[in-house]
């Protein structure tokens, strides 16, 4: 008889929502990649490939007009939601109506708001007539916002949609249909058969929440679970020494970052941003703390893109008597001999937040909260769980509702640098977008903007070199490192191929085996 073969493996963090759009955390994109299905995704060599289409639309292949203003997109016929209904444009008509309900606080509308109309000639056809051109389109649409069953959600324009009964018993489909979710225990799934791309490998699988580096190490270690995702760098040595583990390291297109909240009263002021970013040594924090697994950053832009602009690191080197000078010419000064600087009765006093369990994390907000103490201002910790620190703005999370000064945390970026105005325009505040810094720059934004529009290399270049300099000189973030991820999993684990982008290592699970 056969064994059962089930993964059982852990997360740092419990989604809030299991559907990108409303919580894009590293477990929400996980867990999607086994329900639902997608327009396009990312492979593990950055390259975008259909998921239900049967091809991505281009001019060469007549399924985007020469003025690209219209976009045919054909889907595959033979695929089905794990309760048996076909997925059809009926779908992705409704999942376009949920995400431009303005009830669904979704994080982005990018490429879905500048579509006038939508014509449908067949079940399995969609044509997208937009108001504007948007280079990339065919990739931005319905690639990590999954299509969601029509059947389920009878009037997505509603003035509010019951996503929390959706997610008690999601329909999706991807490889894996939902089986039980324990809050604060564990997700579990099981095979979908009927999968599109042919018989997923494994029986089920089960991820459990585990804030904390060390516990998971320790289940690791005792066989109650068999892999983890974000392994600390702390614990690779001993990683490397457990038998039938295999270790991945992967260079990815994310990294860690701190972001200043342009709202408090102190952070408004540039020359605030720009010394505490001065006084931070990034190589010692990459050396000491990341052991040099990881590469500095000084941008939110890979520098092996052809997009990085290398004058950014001028602005970002290390220069702790900058740092002490521009806070002196801007009237901090430490007027009362207590070792921290203030100006107008206000004293220098900020708190730094990050996800508690972090070790990592929580080492450079020490590091930190003792050499800023030099700069003299004192830094105050105060951390949250991971489903706190990135709720949804409806949950007041932290972010998302502007609970902080400084917060430590990462993203993962898409190889181009289009849709970053979702991080970074005055349009894209929250709950509107992923604006957590909440800067408002006109200038900014309309680059961004320009930049969603350009269709030549050269031009988004140009534009995007100059979005790079402004992010530098006005430091919303403190780009810290590019993270090399670290994960431990089962070396009877089969065609587990972790993805830079994203897209997340679970962008081929249907493939994943194990062997006997």
């Not at 324990?182 to 791309?197: D, E, L």
Request: charged share 20%; proline share 7%.
């Amino acid at each position: 008889m056969e064994r059962e073969s089930k993964l059982i493996i852990a997360h740092h963090q419990e989604p809030a929502a299991l559907i990108p759009s409303l919580n894009p955390v590293a477990s929400t994109i996980y867990i999607s990649n086994l329900l639902f299905s997608y327009f396009t995704i990312y492979n593990d060599r950055m390259e975008a490939q259909p998921d239900i289409l049967t091809e991505i639309p281009t001019v060469a292949n007549g399924d985007i007009s020469k003025n690209y203003r219209q976009y045919r997109f054909r889907l595959r016929d033979d695929v089905y939601f794990h309760d048996g209904k076909q997925l059809t444009v009926k779908d992705v008509v409704c999942t376009y109506r949920l995400i431009m309900n303005p009830a669904v606080n979704v994080v982005s509308r990018a490429g879905y708001d500048i579509i006038e109309r939508i014509e449908t000639p067949d079940s399995l056809t969609v044509i997208f007539h937009l108001k504007e051109t948007l280079p990339d389109f065919e990739l931005t649409v319905f690639n990590g916002d999954p299509i969601l069953p029509a059947h389920y959600f009878p009037n997505p324009g509603a003035e509010s949609i019951a996503f929390t009964d959706f997610f008690k018993q999601p329909i999706g489909s991807g490889p894996y249909r939902f089986e039980e979710w324990i809050s604060g225990s564990h997700i579990s799934f099981t095979r979908h058969a009927q999968y599109f791309r042919g018989r997923p490998g494994l029986d089920g699988l089960t991820i459990k929440f585990i804030p904390s580096a060390g516990t998971m190490l320790l289940q690791l270690q005792t066989g109650e679970i068999m892999g983890y995702s974000n392994a600390e760098v702390a614990h690779l040595s001993q990683l490397n020494t457990l038998p039938h583990i295999r270790v991945y390291q992967t260079p990815m297109l994310t990294y860690e970052h701190i972001d200043f909240n342009l709202d408090h009263p102190i952070l408004k002021e540039r020359a605030v941003r720009q010394a505490i970013a001065k006084f931070i040594n990034r190589e010692e924090l990459i050396e000491k703390i990341y052991r040099n697994v990881g590469a500095v950053a000084y941008s939110d832009v890979h520098p092996m893109s052809p997009y990085y602009n290398p004058a950014v690191e001028q602005t970002g080197r290390w220069d702790p008597e900058g740092a002490r000078k521009l806070l002196s010419d801007n009237g901090w000064i430490d007027r009362d001999d207590d070792g921290i600087r203030d100006k107008n009765g206000q004293s220098l006093v900020l708190n730094i937040s990050t996800t508690a369990g972090r070790t990592q994390r929580e080492e450079i907000e020490q590091v930190l909260q003792y050499q800023l103490r030099d700069l003299g201002i004192q830094i105050n910790i105060r951390n949250y769980h991971p489903s706190v620190f990135f709720g949804p703005y409806e949950q007041q999370g932290i972010l998302q509702s502007g609970k902080f000064d400084l917060a430590l945390f990462a993203w993962s970026v898409p190889p181009s640098p289009l849709g970053k105005s979702i991080f970074y325009s005055e349009h894209h505040l929250p709950p509107n977008g992923q604006n957590v810094c909440r800067i408002r720059n006109a200038r900014l934004t309309d680059l961004l903007e320009q930049g969603n529009r350009s269709f030549l290399f050269d031009d988004r270049k140009r534009i995007y070199d100059e979005v790079s300099l402004i992010l530098a000189q006005e430091v919303p973030v403190i780009p810290v490192l590019w993270r090399t991820k670290i994960d431990p999993y089962i070396d009877s684990l089969q065609n587990f191929r972790p993805n830079p982008t994203n897209s997340g290592d679970s962008w081929n699970a249907w493939e994943w085996t194990l062997s006997q």
